[in-house]
């Protein structure tokens, strides 16, 4: 007998991206998908606790992630983790891992489970002015670590087409993940590069050969916003 899955949308959050989190939770509560069979998890890292109140407040299951005195990158990392750790305990059978400036199309979910793969991502578009592009990298298979990536600048036309597209890495803001892989990806940081941690998710499924796959039908609405510099406001 077939069962519905049971999907945990879950991302990392502060209350710097507040701007748009009760239109990125009403989009949700819209998705087509049976709203019995999603959760949402954040993973808070505000300077204080009062944020995560307010999630609670607003129905959403969450965990406060404090900096004590650590850089963004090494919070991120702990955030990131604090929601796969969620979605393992609580056996989910997919984590999608959405991004609180994240707008997908209603049908998200069925769209990207239909594609049987084991993470797939929705195409969103990262940067601003001149310098915005859609958020894949492509396979340079004679580099090694991070710059095996290359973006698509200025040839965006020969690959959104509408297809699946195999990548070097894709938009983690809106990641389908299969608990087929949960047990193999650990959001991690290393203090000696300057490297986020979706670029170590990228690199260490690369490494496992799992392949990470970009739906470049399923584009979302990205409604970023300048709201730090690294080094500066999240030293």
């Known amino acids: 007998m077939f069962k519905t899955p049971k999907i945990l949308i879950a991302a990392p959050q502060a209350d710097v991206k507040n701007y748009c989190f009760e239109q990125w939770l009403h989009n949700i509560r819209q998705f087509s998908y049976p709203q019995s069979k999603i959760d949402i998890f954040l993973a808070d890292n505000s300077h204080t606790t009062d944020n995560l109140d307010y999630i609670k407040s607003m129905g959403v299951k969450g965990v406060y992630i404090p900096k004590n005195g650590r850089g963004i990158i090494e919070v991120m990392a702990e955030c990131h983790q604090a929601c796969l750790d969620y979605a393992k305990e609580n056996d ?81 803001g809106c990641t389908l993940i299969n608990s087929s892989v949960f047990d193999k990806i650990k959001f991690r940081h290393d203090p000696t590069q300057h490297q986020f941690p979706d670029t170590w998710f990228s690199q260490d499924l690369y490494q496992q050969n799992i392949p990470i796959y970009v739906s470049t039908k399923s584009q979302c609405k990205h409604i970023n916003k300048s709201w730090g510099t690294y080094n500066i406001n999240f030293n």
Not at 124 to 150: C, Q, T
Not at 151 to 165: E, F, M, N, R, W
Request: charged share 20%; hydrophobic share 35%.
């Open 92 to 172: 989910y059978d997919y984590l999608l891992h959405l991004e609180t400036d994240i707008f997908p199309e209603h049908n998200i979910l069925e769209e990207l489970m239909t594609y049987k793969k084991p993470v797939v991502c929705g195409l969103y578009s990262i940067f601003d002015g001149a310098y915005r592009e859609p958020m894949l990298r492509l396979i340079e298979k004679n580099n090694a670590g991070y710059v095996r990536a290359y973006g698509i600048s200025g040839s965006t036309s020969l690959y959104i087409d509408g297809k699946l597209l195999k990548v070097y890495s894709g938009a983690l």
